[in-house]
Every structure is written in structure tokens, then in C-alpha cells.
């Protein structure tokens, strides 16, 4: 029994782990239309969404995934 608890509770802990390092396709909007920025995973991939991109031409909001 207390072999299958360990194990489920090993599961559960891997399903929230893994969620947390999906990955992403990111992108920004810029004056000539969608520039995509690469495949972000986890918290690079929430950084990337939480720090605007900067060119010379301003500054734009990223967004990964289907947000």
C-alpha cells in the first residue's frame, strides 16, 4: 500500500513540475506585422511575457503560447 501511495503521489508531483516547463512559441506585434521570438520553456517563457521587447523602432508586449 504504501508502495502505491509513494507512486501516485510521485505522479502527481511530475504533472506539476512538467506544466511548469511547457514551452512555447513567443512573439511580438511589431509595426510590420508578427516577429517571433523562438520556442521559450517555463519561466523563460513567463519572463519573456513579462519583459516588453526593445528595438529601435519602440518597445513591444511579448506573448507566448495562445494567450
Do not use: R, W
Not at 511548469?20 to 516577429?35: A, F, L
Amino acid at each position: 500500500m504504501k508502495t502505491k501511495l509513494f507512486f501516485a503521489a510521485t505522479l502527481l508531483i511530475a504533472s506539476f513540475a512538467c506544466k511548469k516547463d511547457e514551452c512555447y512559441d513567443c512573439h511580438y506585434d511589431g509595426p510590420n506585422g508578427e516577429v517571433e521570438l523562438g520556442e521559450f520553456c517555463g519561466d523563460a517563457a513567463e519572463d519573456q511575457e513579462n519583459t516588453p521587447y526593445v528595438d529601435s523602432t519602440g518597445s513591444y508586449e511579448v506573448h507566448c503560447g495562445e494567450h
